[in-house]
């Protein structure tokens, strides 16, 4: 989530107050790592529309009226199987990793574990108090990550907030050992130039890298001023993750000027995202090739030595893209969706008035072969159900559902909910199928709705921020091939090759 220093909208480097602090120092007593295991949730029915209701809904969104507040409503093929509330851990929910039966929820104080071999009932394995925005999260064996991307007093899951400019602020990734899901044990951290807004990783047999991408729109971070025009690249020896060190800085915009070489933003390009560093990048490992989403640009990289990533095309969107997102490939690897994230987030951008081209999704084939492909823009997508005027609403994390010779994406909109869409003809996308609630308040705008919505298993999971975790099932002839994809591990930043 993009953090916009403005008057109007929600700061999102949260800190943990005194009283909330103390609150949760009580409901996790373990040390730095402290993880408590709970008995299991009991999840009431979600509160959905009945089948006599689901007609009428869908009519009514049609025809541009907004559910009641905080009303379940979804087309036909969806349906709502469960809904986990959010616990111990009182802040913003933010992304998702999957291992076997098991789902990692990350939170703006932390993160927590489910077990889902019953998708219709999870369970909560354990909490781990943390504070750290955003705290991104990713597995691979027995090892999860954890991005810093706020001013901590340390590194330790004990630390405070405090101002950037102290010469003692930490931020950075942070790494743990999660053998035991009841008890996941903090092993060690590394600091990084600008901390870790979000990371991917790119794992090998006795190895995992970690890009770390980061940014600052405002440049308060000493280590954040442009350029900032790079990445970190942590290399983690598996046997021995408290060794963990960057290994790299690679620059991906090399420029002249203060500024570096990526898009220079406003006022040369009103409205559109100076670069000073990367939002997300996915990497196709099975292909050695990686989509980065970077404030103002939009790359494509190689990835053939992970150590030294390299830039193979760079394209810019300066009409319609503010805030270059994140990026999914489809599975045969001649596409990419990138998201633009107009807002950062917070603001109410799926209404008439921003029109279906602005905070949505860029679909781009790519042309060519080896290092001479190019991205070609075909389309945009947005979803087709105007929210209200109080509902944050923007294209944002998503991923693939694997169904052979089709390109079907689940993905997240905050308070526009959880969209199915096709992007198979890349000019003419279209949705076929939704899951959202109704405006979160009425009075103003409050950051709510879907962090991350991602099919893993047969089953579609969506963060909620505020709601916690929902799972869905898709009952849709179109997607009924991919129920019987099974993957062991799915860190959606880490695409795999489904068909492999």
């Known amino acids: 989530m993009t953090l916009l220093n403005n008057s109007r909208t929600r700061r999102r480097r949260l800190g943990v107050g005194a009283a909330a602090a103390g609150l949760l120092a009580a409901l996790l007593t373990a040390a730095p790592a402290g993880a408590v295991p709970d008995p299991g949730d009991s999840p009431a029915a979600p509160k959905s529309v009945s089948k006599s209701d689901e007609a009428r809904t869908e009519k009514a969104i049609e025809r541009g009226e907004i559910p009641a507040p905080d009303e379940v409503v979804h087309s036909r093929n969806i349906e709502h199987l469960a809904n986990i509330p959010k616990d111990a851990l009182p802040g913003l929910n933010t992304d998702i990793a999957f291992q076997g039966k098991y789902a990692f929820a990350g939170n703006y104080d932390g993160f927590r574990i489910y077990d889902i071999s019953n ?58 050992d999660i053998s035991d899901k009841s008890n996941p044990r903090y092993v060690s951290a590394v600091e990084t130039a ?35 025009d790079g990445i970190s690249v942590i290399k983690v020896p598996r046997k021995a993750p408290e060794k963990a060190a960057v290994v790299n800085f690679p620059v991906l915009f090399p420029g002249e000027g203060p500024d570096g070489g990526g898009n220079p933003g406003g006022p040369t390009n009103p409205g559109v995202s100076k670069t000073t560093g990367c939002h997300d990048i996915t990497v196709l490992p099975s292909e050695d090739l990686a989509a980065g989403a970077c404030m103002g640009d939009g790359i494509l990289f190689s990835i053939k030595d992970p150590e030294n990533p390299k830039v193979i095309d760079q394209v810019q969107d300066n009409a319609n893209f503010a805030f270059w997102h994140s990026a999914t490939f489809n599975q045969r690897a001649n596409k990419v969706v990138f998201t ?17 081209e602005r905070g949505a999704n860029g679909i781009y084939e790519i042309k060519g072969k080896g290092d001479k492909r190019t991205l070609v823009f075909k389309s945009y997508f947005k979803i087709p159900r105007h929210q209200a005027d109080t509902e944050n609403c923007v294209a944002h994390n998503g991923s693939l559902i694997p169904v052979r010779g089709k390109d079907l994406m689940v993905q997240a909109w905050y308070q526009g909910g959880v969209s199915v869409w096709d992007f198979t003809d890349s000019s003419k996308p279209k949705e076929i199928g939704y899951f959202e609630r109704g405006p979160h308040t009425t009075d103003k705008i409050t950051t709510a709705g879907s962090w991350s919505a991602y099919y893993y298993n047969g089953r579609v999971y969506s963060n909620d921020i505020e709601k916690g975790l929902d799972v869905l099932k898709i009952n849709d002839k179109r997607t009924d091939s991919a129920q019987r994809v099974r993957l062991h591990e799915l860190n959606v930043q880490t695409q795999p090759d489904y068909f492999d």
């Open 119 to 176: 998708p219709k009932a999870p369970k909560t394995v354990s909490q781990v108090l943390c504070p750290g925005s955003q705290n991104d999260v990713s597995v691979s064996g027995n090892l999860l990550f954890l991005s810093t991307d706020s001013s901590r007093s340390d590194n330790s899951c004990k630390s405070t907030t405090q101002p950037a400019t102290e010469k003692s602020s930490w931020e950075g990734m942070k790494i743990f």
């Open 194 to 228: 600008c901390g870790s807004h979000t990371h991917t990783l790119v794992p090998e047999r006795r190895n995992v890298y970690v890009y770390v991408s980061s940014y600052s729109p405002n440049a308060t971070f000493p280590d954040c001023r442009p350029p900032h």
């Open 340 to 356: 633009d994230e107009l807002g950062g987030g917070s603001g109410a951008t799926c209404n008439a008035a921003t029109g279906p």
